[in-house]
């Protein structure tokens, strides 16, 4: 894996720069990952050579950005092991995913006092919409607490999850801390109860084999900008009877069947969720995206992002004044480290950071109950990706002791 790392590195051409006279080191992945020459080239043969609208275009620009458009729901399908592509709908990201979910699905499911189980943990696009729907709906917020490595406590979970849950919206890995929670398990506990299980796979999707048939779960979103792919890009995936329960909210061209003067009917699940024109150039470039990803092996990067965790954790907790969130056990932390240094604040750590070449992420990382949680009001973030190496570690670690001693 080291070797196809140091091949691939040469694949993204923003890594090879200075940032304030030093090489940089891009610790940011979390928030979004950068991006391969493949995929960059992918959007422009497609303005280049293709540039179409797709669907019910007979012209053959047309069709070739159809035929590329739809291909990547079956590269979707491969990826997290989907029945069937006619499962997969595009979105701009993880947020409109879950927010479709939450107004499409279970705005129309839920009635006063039945119950939505979240974590303490949960990003606020997995919170707000949410909460949107208990204001409409009467249904209220249920929160599991976290045990000491970060994950949803079990226990905890069978304590409040029962006949009342009609909904668990989950993240599948912390995006503050990188813990894996139990997302099968939790599957289980809803099922049992006749409730939905919904998963956000932002963290995970683009770090780890993820399978939704071996979870059973019943939806999954995640983001395209995250695993490689462009901006404004995602996916929501749903078992193909949910997804028919579902109604579309944006209404329009493209989504529809027919339109009469006093009604309309709409297209077959997918294509009644994608009104308008989409980001075709985006979708393709996340098939692109999906190929890189497919040709290294989830299972692939997810062993070398765990032997960068296993190398630098152990020197960061040796580092004077470093205060690690979470798990000390580097198995526990998916690319993602969280921590502060005594008596800064993140972003006079972060700042630092950078003059050293060095981008972190400091702040509460859309996850404020978990900051409460924490008894922090912001961390300093590193979160590492498949083309980053040892030198990369080694330089956060050595830019944190200037950081220290530049302080002191």
Known sequence: MVKKISELRADFPILDQTVNGEPLVYLDNAASSQKPKQVIQKLVDYYEHDNANVHRGVHTLSQRATQAYEATRDKVKRLINAPSEREVVYTKGTTEAINWIARGYAQKILKPGDEIVLSYAEHHSN??????????????????????????????????????????????????????????????????????????????????????????????????HKMLGPTGTGILWGKRELLELMSPLDFGGEMIDFVELDHSTFKE?????????????????????????????????????????????????QIEGFELYGSPDPKDHLGIISFNLAG???????????????AV????????????????????????????????????????????????
């Open 127 to 224: 919170i707000v919409p949410w909460q949107q729907v208990c204001e409409q709906t009467g249904a209220k917020l249920v929160y599991l607490d976290l045990n000491k490595r970060g994950q949803v406590e079990l226990a905890d979970a069978k304590q409040k999850i029962g006949q009342k849950t009609k909904l668990v919206s989950l993240a599948q890995v912390s995006n503050v801390l990188g813990a894996l929670n139990p997302i099968k398990e939790i599957a289980e506990l809803a099922h049992a109860n006749q409730a939905i299980m919904v998963v956000d796979g932002a963290q995970s999707v683009p770090h780890m084999p993820v399978d939704v048939q071996a979870l059973d779960i019943d939806f999954l979103a995640f983001s395209g």
């Open 269 to 317: 699940v997918p294509w009644k969720f994608e009104g308008g024109t989409q980001n075709i150039a985006g979708v393709i470039g996340l098939g692109e995206a999906i190929d890189y990803l497919l040709s290294i092996g989830l299972d692939q990067i997810q062993a070398h992002e765990q032997a960068l965790m296993a190398d630098v954790l152990p020197k960061l907790q």
């Open 344 to 358: 800064l604040h993140p972003h006079d750590t972060a700042t630092v950071l950078d003059m050293e070449g060095v």
């Open 361 to 408: 992420r400091a702040g509460h990382h859309c996850a404020q109950p978990m900051m409460r949680k924490l008894g922090v009001p912001a961390t300093a973030r590193a979160s590492f990706y498949l083309y980053n190496t040892q030198e990369d570690a080694d330089k956060l670690v050595d830019a944190l002791q200037k950081t220290r001693e530049f302080f002191k």
